[in-house]
């Protein structure tokens, strides 16, 4: 009986052992790459951050602060394809960080070629900065749910598109609708925002348009960084459009501000 | 290169017409004890090296010229029967073929076996005793499982009776119950099939070589049919398994004229954790299925069949407080029903109509005190096929018919009620869909035979049409009698997609059409192999390659919400795969040892614009080596043993590498990403496993029952069901918190009893 008894031990033992353990990936080691981020604004001057990735399995990357990864002294400028001037960059401290800034404000429907190098290295990139659209007009509904008292409110912004493209629009710098196939036509963007409870409220409402590249790294980014947690994800991949490294040289513009009033 | 096909299919029909002969021998094929008919039983005349094949409903046709001949009527796993004819007049022969006993061997004639002999390739006629004789897991017996211990086919995750057939997706795999398809064949999140043993008849598996009768599914087709129910008298099985218990009752309604089969399976679970949960708590997990068959044999020319099936997963859980009422009720399951009719227009001519109707369907329900949401998903179709057979002569077998369905598609459909208020969303999808085809398999010569179709696909959504032509082409040279090369070309178009939310097989996963964006899917296969059987067809033998080119294969973008995203075209990328390999297959039939060993070498990838920087990557289900072996061993009438073993590559996964900081997040703050290498780079370790199992059989007088000890993963290998890369891992030497793959291995060593019987 006692045999019985420890054969059933055991197999217990080997059922509920079995379940989930750390492996070891046979990978290749990493090589660190230079990340670039920079995100065009017409009417203002560039700003550039510029950094290295690190290994994701080194006890190293436990610090996720910018500032140890980055790259100082590097030579960093863009050119303005359609002037042919060029704006060179000067490391600067933005609070605790380390940025590169243009002096050149940016100008909408201008093409930009970066250069950077480093350590004998070169990284290149090209954007194109895309034209503003108008807001035509706002709609909103009151929604049930309140937050801290405060209530909730779903806008629903009307504007008509731009011909050319694809455009890539957004209220939210997360969640981008195309034009595809639908150039020139009345577009629709929908964003629900918890308010103060103060009336009357005013909201300005403003519209992103960005290029293709821009959309895609920030849809991706967002939702690589939503699903970072969770093991039954897909992996999502971001890529950027940095020759020579990883990140991002895009461009957005906004659009006017269009004001909304809610009275009591 | 259409003309060029309707030109040599014209040649090859006429060919065979201007060579018809004078008198016609037709009828069934049934086996002796059960009235089933066969299917895939041959008749052979020696003498002319000349024979014919039961169709799927064990009629046969062969029109000869000579008043005096020898017939052999075979199938496998039936003794042989000799006649002898004397051919002055059409005749009417209907055979009766025995079963084989246990460890008889019968010398079947000179004719080698259908595998060498037919201008068919990538076909596996799937041993139904196998189902019931290896371990499974928790005893359940799974064709699904069986299937992929083929060559060319790969396993899903561990314990999933999924598979990918020759580097095609998992939604490639056109499944068929007695014509019906159907489009989630799993239970449990796919640890098992829905396909009950005891009520399936005949499997067939077709990788390659289609016949131009099936289409609609780029890789592969799984043919089922359901058995008729015994024609001669009442019987019955059934089994009490560690997590379910099924029976099977069939017996004639009218003797020989009428018969029925009805089957049932469900498990228990949650039967026995009811007593073990909180008060005011419930919660369970059940699946279970529904076969039903009837035919009726009006005439010697008419015959109907109507059969059905209904299976479903439920799941549900609910915690009642006073003041407090939530509960969550997830079920998804499958129904179908056909109904067809046969009919002999003449001796030479054979035709079935049927009638179609399918159903899947996945629904949440969600109760939050006054909040109360229903969520569905699902297909229906509704539709009519006729397929007819006609013999004009012993060279010439040539199938031709059409298809229409009717389906309706629901992505997702919302709705709900909040208090005294009500909201539904909903987008449903209604699509045409139909078919024509030709197919003649014509015997030039006694070396040489081909299988030459033609299939038209047409679709209908939103005003998008796609019209297609799929030309099926398959050549057989034969080195000898029991030696044969055979080659085959064939093109297949998908018109409905499979967008599923991870590599494992959830109900959430949905199915939509083709549309203005979303193009059919298009598949070109070609293969070649040599076929040979020795010691009298006691061993098959093959080896086969093949290379298939896959268009408008579709991934969609990496995070999209599939399930209530209205416009999932857009989010949707669309590419190019390709596969190729090596299949070997070595196979025993008849003696007190069968079984069965395999080996696939390949290669299967996939190219997106939009992903891996536009470079080709090696799909998920990309395995190098594939190796299993299986075995049954009667020992003696008492006892037997069987043993499966399986090795194959790990699967493949992509992982990130490095790791990276952009600004953003907000003022100040920064946002980590990921660097991952070059998609799907990675394998995870090699997966293999040993199942063991011995069964004891008792014969009584009046019923014959067994006990059976199976163990599943013998050797309690931790194969991966899953790898995740966990980001906050806290290392227990160190104490610091970093990122760590983990493992998930669900299936250790699993020992169960199970008892079986029938009468």
Not at chain 1, 148 to 167: A, I, K, R, S
Request: a neutral charge.
């Amino acid at each position: 009986m006692k045999k019985a008894y420890f054969f059933i031990l055991i197999l217990c033992s080997i059922i509920l052992g079995s379940c989930e353990k750390n492996i070891t990936l046979d990978i290749p080691k990493y090589n660190s790459k230079p990340v670039v981020f920079s995100v065009l604004l017409p009417g203002r001057p560039p700003q550039l951050s510029l950094s290295l990735s690190q290994s994701y399995y080194s006890y190293a990357d436990t610090d996720t602060s910018v500032n140890n990864h980055l790259i100082t002294n590097a030579r960093v400028y863009i050119t303005d394809l359609n002037t042919n001037k060029t704006d060179t960059f000067k490391e600067d401290t933005f609070g605790q960080k380390k940025i590169y800034f243009g002096k050149q404000n940016i100008i909408s429907g201008h093409s930009y070629f970066l250069h950077i190098s480093y350590n004998g290295k070169t990284l290149t990139a090209q954007t194109t900065v895309p034209m503003p659209v108008k807001i035509d007009h706002v709609d909103y509904v009151k929604l049930d749910t309140t937050f801290y008292g405060g209530p909730n409110y779903e806008f629903q912004v009307y504007f008509n598109d731009l011909t050319g493209g694809p455009n890539y629009f957004t209220l939210d710098m997360a969640n981008f609708i195309s034009d595809a196939g639908l150039a020139g036509k009345q577009l629709e963007l929908k964003e629900d925002l918890y308010l103060p409870l103060v009336y009357p409220i005013t909201v300005q409402v403003l519209v992103y348009n960005a290029n293709k590249e821009t959309s895609d790294f920030l849809t991706n980014s967002n939702i690589q960084a939503q699903n970072a947690n969770n093991p039954f994800s897909e992996p999502v991949i971001v890529e950027g459009n940095i020759n020579g490294g990883l990140g991002l040289f895009g461009a957005m513009t906004q659009s006017p501000f269009y004001t909304v009033v809610i009275p009591k | 290169m259409k003309q060029l096909i309707l030109t040599l299919f014209v040649f090859f029909m006429i060919t065979g017409v201007v060579s018809a002969q004078k008198y016609t021998i037709s009828g069934y094929v049934k086996d002796a004890s059960t009235g089933e008919v066969l299917i895939g039983a041959s008749l052979y005349v020696p003498k002319l090296k000349l024979g014919a094949v039961t169709n799927a409903y064990g009629f046969y046709s062969l029109t000869l010229n000579t008043d005096s001949i020898g017939l052999v009527i075979r199938a496998m796993g039936y003794k042989a029967v000799y006649k002898k004819i004397d051919l002055k007049k059409d005749i009417d022969l209907n055979v009766n073929l025995q079963t084989l006993e246990l460890g008889e061997v019968v010398i079947v004639g000179s004719k080698a076996s259908e595998n060498v002999e037919k201008p068919q390739m990538g076909v596996i006629d799937v041993p139904i005793t196998s189902v019931k004789e290896l371990p499974a897991i928790f005893g359940e017996k799974d064709l699904f499982k069986v299937l992929q211990l083929l060559p060319g086919v790969q396993a899903g995750a561990e314990g999933s009776a999924g598979f990918y057939v020759r580097g095609g997706g998992a939604d490639e795999n056109l499944i068929l119950l007695d014509e019906a398809v159907i489009y989630n064949p799993f239970h449990m999140a796919g640890f098992f099939s829905i396909f009950n043993g005891d009520a399936i008849k005949s499997v067939d598996l077709y990788k390659g070589g289609f016949p131009a009768q099936y289409g609609g599914r780029l890789s592969s087709i799984i043919d089922i049919s359901m058995k008729d129910g015994n024609a001669e008298s009442f019987h019955g099985e059934g089994g009490i398994g560690l997590i379910s218990s099924r029976l099977m009752l069939e017996g004639p309604i009218v003797k020989n004229k009428a018969t029925f089969m009805v089957s049932a399976r469900r498990t228990y679970l949650d039967l026995l954790i009811k007593p073990f949960l909180p008060q005011g708590t419930s919660a369970a997990y059940y699946f279970y299925d529904l076969n039903a068959k009837v035919n009726y044999i009006i005439s010697e020319k008419d015959r109907v069949y109507l059969s059905g099936y209904m299976g479903a997963d439920v799941l549900s859980t609910s915690l009642t407080n006073p003041g407090d009422t939530t509960g969550v009720g997830v079920s998804w399951g499958n129904k179908s029903a056909t109904a067809r009719w046969n009919h002999v227009f003449s001796p030479k001519l054979f035709a079935n109509t049927t009638f179609i109707y399918d159903d899947y369907n996945f629904s949440i329900n969600e109760q939050m005190n006054a909040l109360q949401a229903k969520i569905t998903s699902g297909i229906n179709d509704v539709g009519g096929k006729i397929d007819f057979d006609w013999f004009p002569s012993p060279l010439n077998h040539v199938k031709f018919g059409g298809i229409y369905t009717y389906s309706q598609f629901i992505p997702s459909l919302v709705e709900g009620q909040i208090g005294n208020t009500g909201f539904a969303n909903e987008q449903v999808k209604y699509v045409h869909n139909a078919a024509v085809y030709v197919n003649d398999e014509y015997t030039y010569s006694e070396k040489w035979s081909f299988n030459i179709g033609l299939r038209a696909p047409y679709f209908d959504y939103k005003q998008t049409d796609y019209f297609d032509v799929e030309p099926r082409f398959t050549a057989k040279y034969s080195l000898n009698k029991t030696t044969s090369l055979k080659a085959s070309y064939v093109m297949m178009y998908q018109n409905i997609h499979l967008l599923s939310n991870s590599s494992i097989s959830l109900p959430t996963d949905i199915w939509i059409p083709s549309s203005n964006i979303v193009k059919p899917e298009q598949s070109q296969q070609v293969s070649a192999g040599i076929f040979r059987n020795f010691l009298e067809n006691a061993f098959e033998t093959s080896a086969e390659i093949y290379y298939k080119k896959s268009n408008n294969v579709i991934e969609y973008q990496p995070g999209t919400d599939i399930f209530f995203n209205p416009n999932i075209d857009n989010a949707l990328y669309f590419g190019q795969g390709w596969s190729y390999g090596l299949e070997l297959f070595v196979k025993k039939n008849v003696g007190k040892f069968t079984g069965w060993l395999g080996y696939t070498l390949s290669w299967a990838n996939l190219q997106f614009a939009q992903l891996n920087n536009g470079a080709a990557f090696p799909a998920t289900y990309d395995r190098r080596h594939d190796f299993s072996v299986t075995g049954i061993y009667n020992f003696n009438k008492n006892w037997s043993f069987s043993g499966v073993f399986i090795y194959e590559t790990g699967s493949s996964l992509t992982v990130p590498l490095g790791t990276y900081i952009i600004p953003g997040n907000g003022p100040g703050g920064s946002t980590q990403l990921l660097d991952y290498g070059s998609m799907n780079f990675y394998k995870l370790p090699p997966y293999n496993r040993l199942d063991i199992g011995i069964k004891y059989t008792r014969q009584h007088k009046k019923y014959e029952d067994e006990w059976r000890f199976d163990v599943y993963n013998a050797y309690s290998r931790q194969n991966p069901y899953f790898v995740f890369i966990n980001p906050n891992y806290q290392d227990p030497n160190s104490n610091i918190s970093r990122a760590a793959a983990v493992q998930i291995s669900i299936f250790p060593i699993i020992p169960t009893f199970s008892y079986n019987f029938k009468f």
